[in-house]
């Protein structure tokens, strides 16, 4: 560890100082809620290594985890090489999480207790804080629940973006505030173009009055390398033609290109970028006419090479983009580069272009765009950097999408005074505006905005009786920005149930998938266009019908349905070339995470008895304990909860799933011959499908202590607690799986007893047997008959509550409420997984032939 934090970032960075408001940041005790800093000054580098800094110099409150959220996929790739190198040259072991679809996270949920950076898309972060991850398996939900909204720190970058998610990241800060949560959970809202009033949501406007604001001083904007950044100019004109006028962009584009020079040329929509790129390559290959009078395709011989074209925009494959990112970072040749992009490049994309052509749009998006040309100064005035803007005539909010009307008109009126869009001179226009004038350029009235019956609502996953979940995203983008994700593959999916393995090694890469918009996938889907879905109830790929289709969902397209371009990315009407690569990537072996209601990947592990696996996990949880330095956290209860956890693994339905052979190519170690306390058996060949579908032993445990508890017959470790301890017990024992929690219902397809009265869900009957087991640690489980009347709304005849009535009441007690709840959860999952990890690991080498 250095001893100053100048000398922290220069190592970091590779010798770069940091600016006066990096280490103001880094110093901050509290940290600021507001950081209003210009484009191009650093931001990125100030939230993570300014977290780091304070982390690692154990000052009292910093949260472990940091939680950066961007608008765009684009830049999240790029926030985490970033983070990655600052790490590495910091030799620090800190690692880098990206929460996206297709990407193996179980590392950081494994080890609650390290510190972690976790990088990704509003859409997946918010999506995850609300309970209802995009692209992850509902079992995980409430894990990534209970970990991004305990003990963290969350960091919003460009806030001026993120549209309706930014109203819901100040109600999470409010909710965060009126719940309450283990350890500290704050947040930093940074953007070039910020105002306070943006924050004043229904739940958190009483606080905003008091947030702390960092903002640049004259001895930033006088700090080497950033005062070229401020006073670089960037002369601004009108262009002589409006969007509607493509033909004439495009040329105009080609006469102000300067050869050598980047231009870039960012418009408002993905379907005009395409079109717009389409006119450049005719420009840069125009037909020739042929000699009856016809037009030939055949491009003309050029006196000079054409520039590098590049279409970029946020409907592409990661692989793609990817590619863009080495290109861009690349010199221009000597003909330069045009980039037409959307406006994935309003944020964070390090590009610096010497001629920047722009559709017009809200001022906070123009103001972005700005910062792409000329940024780092490198022009001077007499250079030639220009930024030209592009009027849309729009007569109604139809023409001006994806923006407003108003906002166009708003923008427009400033635009035609401005003669220079240098930092230093948007900062001098923006003191000048009155309230109103602000008001007016930076309007924000977002549609939905979430309530706190809405969140206390989302705590539950278990779906209706429908099969629908409650609908998050209109909390998270506007209606058109709404994405599923989808994937290509040669060949249809499998049509038949396929077991976890084989799951795990269908599923898609994080390089494979396309963020696609919600609307245009359903009118894909309904020209009868073949697409697929994960059913996890079912364990398998079904046909997907257009109603089937909402945001976050991952959907798998075979190849010769067509819907990508390499150029072009998503295009409904595109092709796959024949030599396409889609073969399927080679996925990691076992994972934590379960693709399907019936899996059980945790006990697929090494021989552990019920006794020796429950020892384990105790061994995890005082782990936990020691290398987590929170307070409040009732370990006892976790303790209590993880020695009766697995109990339902005694249960005959489980037991009898666990092969005597292999199918005749193995049989069971010999100390494990014919016993029937098996908590964990490898490898998978010695595993069939349960007899009852959906049976779930973690209810088991949970109704089976109950049923004790009803009669009288508490246990030494639980008698001494009181009624809400014990329930908290209950539901963590019930939900470490993420597949009981606050409900017991019956699943649609699952078998019924022969008796026509008989209470019975996931896979339990009423009046099962459980037996006897050694539980570990000196603790024996009696034999009890399963009684599931609490199942059952209202009290039972002996005045008990039910189940449902027991959870809510914890869920809304005082001392725990949602967030503590899903912390805990979380918390005896990854001790449950590690335990079961290690348990691997320990057998591996051994032949159990």
Not at 332 to 339: D, K
């Amino acid at each position: 560890m250095t001893s100053s934090f100048n000398e922290f970032f220069r190592t970091a960075t590779g010798g770069c100082d940091p600016y006066p408001y990096q280490q103001r940041f880094a110093e901050a005790d509290p940290l600021p809620h507001l950081l209003h800093v210009p484009t191009g000054a650093g931001k990125t580098a100030t939230a993570i290594l300014g977290w780091l800094w304070q982390w690692l110099s154990k000052k009292p409150g910093t949260p472990r985890r940091l939680v950066y959220c961007l608008p765009m996929r684009v830049l999240v790739e790029q926030s985490e090489r970033a983070a990655k190198g600052w790490i590495k040259s910091l030799s620090l072991d800190v690692p880098i999480h990206v929460l996206m679809g297709g990407v193996n996270t179980e590392q950081w949920f494994l080890h609650p207790e390290k510190p972690a950076v976790l990088i990704g898309t509003q859409d997946m972060l918010l999506s995850r804080a609300l309970n209802r991850g995009y692209a992850a398996s509902r079992f995980h939900w409430p894990i990534d629940f209970g970990l991004l909204n305990n003990d963290c720190l969350w960091v919003f970058d460009e806030i001026q973006l993120m549209g309706v998610g930014l109203a819901t990241s100040a109600q999470l800060e409010a909710f965060r505030r009126h719940f309450g949560a283990y350890g500290q959970a704050k947040t930093v809202w940074m953007s070039a173009t910020l105002l306070p009033s943006w924050l004043e949501t229904v739940d958190l406007r009483a606080y905003v009055a008091n947030l702390r604001t960092l903002a640049l001083t004259d001895a930033d904007y006088q700090a080497a390398g950033l005062k070229e950044r401020w006073e670089g100019p960037k002369p601004i004109k009108r262009a002589m033609a409006t969007v509607d006028d493509l033909p004439h962009v495009a040329q105009l584009v080609r006469e102000k290109h300067v050869p050598g020079s980047l231009t870039l040329v960012v418009v408002n929509t993905v379907d005009r970028s395409r079109k717009l790129f389409e006119q450049l390559q005719k420009v840069y290959q125009p037909a020739k006419r042929s000699r009856r009078g016809g037009v030939r395709r055949e491009p003309q011989t050029p006196a000079a090479p054409p520039p590098d074209l590049k279409l970029i925009h946020s409907r592409f494959r990661p692989r793609e983009r990817q590619a863009w990112m080495d290109w861009l970072k690349s010199a221009p040749p000597p003909e330069g580069r045009i980039v037409v992009s959307t406006q994935v490049v309003e944020a964070g994309v390090d590009i610096s272009a010497q001629t920047l052509w722009t559709d017009l749009a809200p001022w906070p998006s123009l103001v972005q765009r700005f910062g792409r040309c000329n940024r780092r100064g490198e022009f001077a005035r007499d250079n030639g950097a220009q930024i030209y803007w592009i009027d849309v005539p729009a007569k109604d909010d139809k023409g001006a999408a994806p923006y407003t009307k108003e906002e166009l008109d708003a923008a427009r009126k400033h635009l035609e005074k401005l003669e220079d869009a240098d930092l230093k001179s948007l900062h001098d226009f923006f003191e000048t505006l009155s309230d109103k004038q602000r008001e007016e350029l930076f309007p924000y009235d977002p549609l939905h905005v979430i309530r706190r019956k809405d969140f206390i609502d989302l705590f539950d996953t278990t779906p209706d009786l429908a099969g629908n979940d409650v609908d998050v995203s209109r909390f998270i983008r506007e209606g058109d920005d709404l994405d599923v994700q989808v994937f290509w593959r040669t060949e249809k999916p499998p049509s038949g149930e396929l077991d976890s393995k084989e799951a795990r090694q269908l599923a898609p890469a994080r390089d494979e998938l396309c963020p696609v918009p919600v609307r245009e996938f359903r009118e894909f889907v309904e020209k009868k266009k073949a697409v697929f879905r994960w059913d996890p109830l079912d364990g398998r790929w079904i046909k997907a019908r257009r109603e089937d289709i909402y945001p976050g969902q991952v959907f798998w397209i075979p190849k010769d349905q067509g819907g990508y371009s390499l150029e072009i990315g998503w295009d409904p009407k595109a092709v796959w070339p024949d030599d396409a690569d889609l073969e399927v990537p080679q996925r990691p072996e076992p994972k934590t995470e379960e693709p399907e209601y019936d899996s059980d990947l945790l006990s697929v592990f090494g021989w552990r008895s019920i006794a020796e696996h429950t020892d384990d996990v105790m061994t995890e949880i005082e782990m936990l304990a020691r290398n987590n330095n929170l307070d409040a956290i009732p370990w006892n209860i976790l303790g209590v909860a993880a020695r009766w956890h697995d109990w339902g693994k005694a249960h005959s339905i489980f037991q009898a799933a666990i092969k005597d052979e292999t199918d005749g190519e193995g049989k069971r170690p010999e100390d494990r011959a014919g016993r029937r306390d098996i908590a964990k058996a490898a490898p998978q060949g010695f595993w069939r499908r349960y007899s009852r579908k959906h049976f779930r032993h973690e209810l088991a445990s949970a109704l089976g202590v109950l049923t004790l508890l009803r009669h009288g017959q508490a246990p030494s470790d639980w008698a001494a607690l009181p009624p809400p301890l014990q329930n908290l017990a209950l539901y963590l024992i019930a939900a470490h799986h993420g597949k009981v929690r606050l409900s017991i219902r019956s699943m649609p397809d699952e078998r019924k007893p022969d008796e026509p009265d008989k209470l019975f869900a996931r896979g339990v009957w009423d009046g099962d047997p459980l037996p006897a087991i050694d539980l570990g640690g000196g603790v024996y489980a009696p034999e009890v008959t399963l009684d599931l009347s609490p199942m059952q709304l209202g009290r039972g005849k002996d005045g008990s509550p039910s189940w449902a009535e027991r959870m809510l009441s914890l869920r809304d007690h005082a001392e725990f409420g949602p967030l503590k709840l899903a912390y805990l959860e979380a918390l005896l999952r990854a001790a449950d997984m590690r335990a079961s990890k290690k348990a691997d690991e320990r057998a591996k080498g051994k032949n159990y032939a």
